[in-house]
């Protein structure tokens, strides 16, 4: 499968692509509003580098206990469910007077829930498509999330001006329960992938088994920890510039939209190969510009020219599923999202700490300067598995 037109014929696709674009929507313009709010309220860009990804930090906890039920739920349910739940979290943030310990729980709540949720929309994923669809189909997806990206951040940025944070937030809700909406109507029901039900030990069994396995321990690390440094960066674009973060991060969902359309679908599979590793590095290097404290024109042509490396992503993930039993794919690639959103939520952490002894400036390129040096250190390992396939979880 090479062409967005077989892509979109396939049964399903469209309404789980739907489903996926509104769901980004909820969490680009929630997550901006949230940031905003606790920013105006407390001037800090720990806390508000915290608010916008600190949920993610929950995913650890989500993937050590609750995987298990992306393969052992039936996926349409699943994902109504979740996407309900979302709902209700993101309103709740939105109550004035809330106290800041329910605030706390709410937003742990949301991480847990979503630590699930990925798990379920990419798992079935790989059940709708044949596995030569999955690389073109997931990129699309991560095109969607760009493309709704660049619009939610400067939607976002716009309703928080009109409609303040609270309501900014209630329009988060509101574009949740439209994707359960679709989520019901447009997915087929269909049986869950795995026998048995969902439990802590089944979680920690196949979790076990996935990273038992030298290949995909090194992908994991390589799709969690560089990237989780550069959305520390990403983090600190509030405190950076506050009038214009929503430019920022518009730029940078573009440059992972453009990214993501090159190699998706235009790049060969010799090609993509070949410049993994260069894409690895092109998503951290251009960051260290921000030692320099740049102007908003060189800053927003940094973060175009990194987030265009978020596309090595892709082709881990390809990588990943190439080492993983089909029964098993959904629960590998929650453990992969899962972990991917707590080193964002690390990244965010550390970066917050920095910024706060030095400068959000000096925070990014402090960032960069890890994410690469943990790249370099990957590199010879990634290289020498890549070459030597496996096929099961030991």
Request: include cysteine.
């Amino acid at each position: 499968m090479r062409t967005y037109r077989e892509l979109f014929r396939s049964p399903e696709f469209t309404p789980l692509f739907a489903t996926a674009g509104a769901q980004v929507a909820a969490m680009t313009v929630s997550g901006l509003a949230l940031g905003t709010l606790v920013y105006q309220a407390t001037g800090s860009p720990l806390l508000s580098a915290l608010s916008m990804f600190g949920q993610s930090l929950v995913q650890v906890i989500g993937a050590a206990t609750l995987l298990s039920s992306a393969d052992r739920l039936p996926p349409r349910a699943a994902t109504t469910a979740l996407a309900v739940a979302s709902a209700a979290g993101t309103a709740a943030l939105a109550v004035p007077g809330l106290p800041g310990w329910a605030g706390v729980l709410v937003v742990l709540a949301l991480g847990l829930v979503a630590s699930v949720g990925g798990a379920v929309r990419y798992g079935l994923l790989s059940e709708i498509l044949p596995r030569d669809g999955f690389l073109i189909g997931r990129s699309v997806l991560n095109m969607t999330a760009g493309t709704v990206q660049i619009c939610g951040f400067a939607l976002g940025a716009a309703l928080v001006a009109a409609l303040s944070p609270r309501g900014t937030l209630l329009t988060g809700a509101g574009l949740y329960l439209t994707a359960a909406a679709i989520a019901r109507l447009g997915l087929s029901p269909r049986p869950p992938r795995a026998a048995g039900r969902p439990s802590i030990a089944a979680t920690w069994r196949t979790n076990a088994a996935l990273w038992s396995s030298p290949p995909r321990r090194y992908v994991y690390i390589a799709l969690w920890v560089p990237n989780g440094l550069i959305v520390g960066c990403e983090a600190l674009f509030v405190p950076y510039t506050p009038q214009n973060a929503g430019v920022l991060l518009s730029i940078a969902a573009l440059g992972m939209l453009v990214g993501d359309t090159v190699t998706g679908r235009f790049l060969p599979p010799l090609w993509r190969e070949r410049l993994g590793p260069f894409l690895r590095l092109l998503l951290n290097v251009p960051y260290l510009v921000f030692l320099l404290n740049p102007t908003l024109p060189i800053a927003a042509a940094a973060v175009f020219i990194a987030s265009i490396g978020y596309s090595a992503t892709l082709l881990l993930q390809e990588r990943l599923m190439a080492l993983t039993p089909a029964e098993s794919q959904g629960q590998a690639l929650g453990l992969h999202s899962s972990g991917m959103l707590a080193m964002q939520g690390v990244g965010a952490a550390l970066a917050g700490t920095v910024a706060e002894h030095t400068s959000p400036a000096t925070g990014m390129a402090v960032m960069a300067a890890a994410s690469i040096a943990v790249t370099l250190a990957l590199a010879p390992a990634l290289s020498r598995d890549l070459a030597r396939p496996t096929t099961g979880l030991l």
